[in-house]
């Protein structure tokens, strides 16, 4: 047992090691500002989808969040998808399997309007 | 803009011309003119304190019956606008239930919730049993058809109406029509009646004379104010083509949670303040969200209305009073609202 965690450690503290170097090195760099083709990020502001238009690569998960006081939906007008209703710095997500595009609004106020280009 | 205000007073005053208004009556409703809410803010017109003062203390005297208007409660909202939206609902029930007037009933133009939950709507409920009018007719905002259609909605206060919510019923004299425009919103849209509704409304409508003073309310105004904001109503023309030949119509809308009229010919616009938190005026802010004011000046941007009703002269007065004590407000900051009080003669 001693030597199997002794063994761990071992592996482990060049990691570390090596983890701290590189924070140390470029220390603004954090794992969620990392481009990902996976994911992307609407947020909900002053009654506004921003950004209002998204283009993404298929199979991207799209967050919504919203920043308002005040409750909003992010609903596809096609039945694609549909939230529930997401209040102040609520999210909901869908993830976009299909090339096309996908316009949305908010059901409760539906001046606001947005749209997802899946490519 | 100072034109278009003039413009609408000029237009109220030939109508109180054209009907035949004594002189008392005539100054009365100038004065009227002149303390409007709408028109001082925007259009610089003088406020008389006397009169605003003097008619409040009167309000509702020689009329034959009144009725109030609340709005956008919002019960379940928390944020800094006002953390205690309950506390203001109570103080505006605090002030119904303190008219010289009894009212006869209530109508709550919709949002009486946040978020439609089930104990917001049960916080209401227990404020509202508080009021000395025990008669309250609702119609629904989009804050409380939020997650089942507004299935709990029509459940706790729709009984008997049809459709969505829409209803109608007669009182003194008067018809009222409650009507439901925040039901399957069509998006880039604004508010919606639908064809089912309207087809209802031009039915419900035929039955009654010219003469019969009728009542319109409903969430979202009916007439379009901020098109951006989404502050009117698609199919609201449709609607308001059935009411055309009839001699007196009052349109009392909430939403915006702010005053603003209009008279357009025999149709009389009027949105009431909020009880929860104020917005604001359309094209001030970047969006219509709730209008953080400093705490002292909250109770002067929420309100109620209230409607006197006399069938001498088949007249309506409404009179909105903010939930702070008028006397306050009056010498406080320029542009606070006073009291708004619009006469609407048939």
């Known amino acids: 047992m001693l030597r199997k965690n002794m063994w761990v450690a071992g592996v482990a503290t060049p990691v570390m090691i090596a983890m701290l170097l590189l924070f140390a090195v470029s220390p603004s760099v954090k794992a969620s500002d990392q481009p990902s083709a996976a994911n992307a990020a609407v947020k909900i502001d002053n009654f506004v989808f921003g950004p209002q238009t998204i283009t993404v690569p298929v199979g991207t998960t799209v967050t919504w969040t919203n920043a308002d006081d005040i409750p909003h939906t992010s609903v596809s007008t096609e039945g694609v998808f549909k939230s529930k209703v997401m209040d102040t710095d609520e999210k909901f997500s869908y993830t976009f399997t299909k090339a096309g595009t996908y316009p949305y609004y908010c059901t409760i106020h539906p001046k606001m309007t947005g749209k997802v280009v899946v490519q | 803009m100072p034109d278009k205000k003039q413009d609408l007073i000029d237009q109220t005053l030939q109508d109180l011309n054209n009907d035949g208004v004594d002189r008392r009556g005539f100054l009365q409703c100038m004065a009227w003119a002149g303390t409007g809410l709408v028109w001082t803010m925007s259009g610089g017109i003088p406020v008389s304190r006397a009169f605003a003062k003097g008619y409040g203390k009167d309000a509702g005297k020689g009329a034959d019956f009144t009725f109030v208007q609340i709005s956008d409660s919002h019960i379940g909202f928390n944020k800094p606008a006002n953390p205690d939206v309950t506390a ?16 006869d009933f209530i109508i709550h133009t919709g949002d009486l919730s946040q978020l439609s939950k089930p104990s917001e709507f049960d916080t209401l409920d227990q404020v509202l049993k508080g009021a000395s009018a025990k008669q309250i007719f609702f119609v629904p905002g989009e804050h409380d058809m939020l997650s089942d259609n507004g299935e709990q909605f029509l459940q706790r206060y729709g009984k008997g109406t049809k459709g969505t919510g829409w209803s109608s019923f007669d009182h003194k004299g008067v018809h009222f029509v409650g009507l439901v425009n925040v039901a399957n919103l069509k998006a880039g849209g604004m508010g919606s009646l639908g064809n089912e509704q309207l087809e209802w409304l031009e039915n419900d409508l035929k039955g009654h004379s010219v003469s019969t003073p009728i009542v319109l309310f409903a969430h979202i105004p009916l007439w379009t104010i901020y098109p951006d904001w989404g502050w009117g109503t698609d199919d609201s023309e449709q609607a308001l083509s059935y009411v055309k030949r009839f001699g007196s119509v009052t349109v009392l809308n909430g939403h915006i949670h702010q ?14 303040m909020s009880t929860a938190f104020p917005q604001p005026a359309p094209g001030t802010a970047p969006s219509a969200g709730p209008m953080k004011v400093p705490a002292d000046q ?22 909105d009073s903010p939930l702070g004590d008028a006397g306050a407000s009056a010498s406080g900051t320029a542009g606070a609202p006073l009291a708004v009080v619009d006469s609407i003669h048939g």
Do not use: C
């Open chain 2, 298 to 319: 909250l109770q002067r941007v929420l309100g109620i209305t209230d409607v006197n009703y006399v069938v001498s002269g088949r007249s309506l007065a409404v009179v």
């Open chain 2, 259 to 272: 005053i603003m009229q209009k008279v357009e010919g025999k149709v009389s616009f009027h949105t009431a």
């Open chain 2, 88 to 103: 203001t609902l109570q103080t505006a029930i605090n002030k119904i239930n303190a008219m010289p007037h009894k009212p």
